[in-house]
């Protein structure tokens, strides 16, 4: 089996009938874009920026992130690069910014939060990534945007950092795009909105989940709901892939269900754009897609919204597939 992935390494990311998905990576560092590579990423679809600010023991500085994005840039070798902006607080503390002791960190200052609150550690991160685009296609994206005010504020944050920069550098970074994690709930619900105003969609599943379902995402305790196939679940990631369509934008998807081996058939009838997932599930889920068409996906995505349990629609698409119990 993996001999014949291995052969994938180089193969467009197609159904069967021909439709061009695209299959990122997500990493941590710079060095991870090696096996990114390596595994035949299109692209990166999720830059988790924190990983720079949890590995120092001060807030980077521009410079040090400039030369770590452009680093991951430069090492794609033109194809995409997502990064997603500090994504902090919750459960990812860093020693040298105290943030205040929360009864509910998930639901507390965090992430966006923060860098709408402390625009100086927003603008450093922006700068260096303006910067960084001159090297090759980068996107910027927001994480825990659940209003359109957040999201206004951010991008305006952005708009401010490109003129300053622009002083100097004419057109540097025009060509960045601007997208956003939908993973507050309300995010979704209000995906068309959000949707004119940006670029592209990625779907964090991981937080997505833990808030729809009310269920802490690192609670073994409720581990079971986790629930990526649960029919309400697979019907609010339909409205915002749908949504993201009626408007132009792109749908990609970065949380864990981008590399569910069961998820991929609803999601390809859903007609998701981009599945970012761990480099070491890339070429597995090349060799899938290259099997499964997407009208047949489309049908199976009708049938599973019709039942009525994630164990249920699990199976289904068990049968499908023809995967054993
Ligand atoms: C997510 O929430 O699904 C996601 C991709 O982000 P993280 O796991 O870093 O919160
Ligand atoms: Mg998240």
Redesign the pocket.
Known sequence: ERAEWAKLVDAPSVSKDDKHFEIAA?IGTPDDVEDAMKQGADGVG?F?SEFLYMGSDHLPTEDEQFEAYKKAIVGMKGKPVVV?TL?IGGDKPLDYLPLPDEMNPFLGYRAIRICLDRPEIFKTQLRALIRASEFGPLSIMF?MIGTLAELRAAKRIFEECKTELQKDHRVLGDDVKIGM?I?VPLAAINADKMAEEVDFF???????I?YNFAADRGNDAVSYLYQPLNPAFLGLINHVIAAAHRHGTKAAM???MAGDELALPLLMGMGLDEYSMSASSILRTRSMMKNLDTKDCAKLVEKAMDLDTNEEVANLVKKELNLAD
Not at 202 to 208: R, Y
Request: with cysteine.
């Open positions: 997500n999720l988790r997603r994504d994480p994690m993973e990625s779907i964090g599943t991981n937080d997505l833990q970065c949380g864990e």
